[in-house]
């Protein structure tokens, strides 16, 4: 049996309820531009917005002006979406409180991942938001995910609780000196001083 191999997201479509709340949050809270429209393919008395998150990837939006925005947390149950985290810099996470608290949107501060920094909101319809920065740049070649892999194979290995600033270093020198030759016979540290 063969697999249909993935190879990123495409877009993800959420509820939404009336238009303007969509264009509201999406584009004037998260910045994501408002790139398409047009009527929802499957149900024609609805609206099909299209935000870009950054990435080029789409954030879809089915709407419908009877519907108003209920603020009550979504459903958690097994099967039902917790959250979706969005990709910032580091420049743009560490302004998210104060920008958070101006426009008066509650929210967890700032929370530690040790891999990461994550902030939590709830969006205009309850669904929780999720802004991320990582701690660390991908040596060249690589992606945030395969410094992840080798970071949980070294903290697995090392018997440790979760992944740490040690684990980030260590994964991306084991990446890069694998991936990238030398003249030397042996790549081990020295103490030139």
């Given at each position: 049996m063969r697999k249909l191999q993935s190879q990123g997201v495409h877009h993800i479509t959420l509820v939404g309820a009336d238009r303007q709340t969509s264009i509201d949050f999406w584009e004037g809270v998260l910045g994501m531009p408002f790139v398409f429209e047009?009527?929802?393919?499957?149900?024609?008395?609805?609206?099909?917005?299209?935000?870009?998150?950054?990435?080029?990837?789409?954030?879809?939006?089915?709407?419908?002006e009877e519907r108003k925005p209920d603020p009550r947390r979504t459903p958690t149950e097994p099967g039902c979406v917790h959250h979706i985290a969005f990709a910032v810099s580091k420049a743009t996470f560490d302004q998210a409180v104060d920008r958070?608290?101006?426009?008066?949107?509650?929210?967890?501060?700032?929370?530690?991942?040790?891999?990461?920094?994550?902030?939590?909101?709830?969006?205009?319809?309850?669904?929780?938001?999720?802004?991320?920065?990582?701690?660390?740049?991908?040596?060249?070649?690589?992606?945030?995910?395969?410094?992840?892999?080798?970071?949980?194979?070294?903290?697995?290995?090392?018997?440790?609780?979760?992944?740490?600033?040690?684990?980030?270093a260590d994964a991306i020198e084991s990446l890069t000196e694998r991936s990238r030759e030398s003249l030397s016979?042996?790549?081990?540290?020295?103490?030139?001083y």
């Open positions: 047009q009527p929802n393919l499957d149900a024609g008395d609805e609206s099909h917005l299209y935000f870009d998150p950054g990435d080029g990837r789409l954030i879809t939006i089915f709407t419908k958070l608290d101006q426009r008066g949107i509650r929210h967890s501060g700032v929370k530690d991942r040790g891999f990461m920094d994550s902030i939590y909101f709830n969006d205009p319809l309850g669904l929780t938001i999720e802004l991320a920065a990582y701690r660390f740049e991908p040596p060249a070649g690589f992606t945030h995910a395969d410094v992840l892999l080798e970071a949980h194979k070294l903290r697995v290995g090392r018997g440790d609780y979760n992944i740490a600033q040690i684990h980030l016979s042996d790549r081990a540290p020295r103490n030139p």
